[in-house]
Nanobody, 114 residues
């Protein structure tokens, strides 16, 4: 059974940082590209960052370039998203996604507010 379990969300002030984690199980993690998406109520889910299977190639949405870093630890079957210089417009539910049959995590709320 495939499971993607996100953690690390919360409330942070503008300019602050958070690190999201996504613990994966039930498939061969090292063989698949992984991504982070986010969604605000009433809007489409948008791609934030993606990383290839071996972790040496990543891409980012223009809105987060230079502030967010996606990474993975294939030995721990875990995906990460380091978010720095957070802005109120980064407030959203963040989802982990695998290219393995298109599974999603349950999401973790990130709120950036003073």
């Amino acid at each position: 059974q495939v499971q993607l379990v996100e953690s690390g969300g919360g409330l942070v002030q503008p300019g602050g940082s958070l690190r999201l984690s996504c613990a994966a199980s039930g498939f061969t993690f090292v063989s698949y590209r992984m991504s982070w998406f986010r969604q605000v109520p009433g809007k489409q889910r948008e791609l934030v960052a993606t990383i290839n299977d071996r972790g040496y190639r990543s891409d980012y949405a223009d809105s987060v370039k230079g502030r967010f870093t996606i990474s993975r630890d294939n030995a721990k079957n875990t995906l990460y998203l380091q978010m720095n210089s957070l802005k109120p417009e980064d407030t959203a539910v963040y989802y982990c996604y695998t290219d393995y049959r298109g599974y999603w995590g349950q999401g973790t709320q990130v709120t950036v507010s003073s």
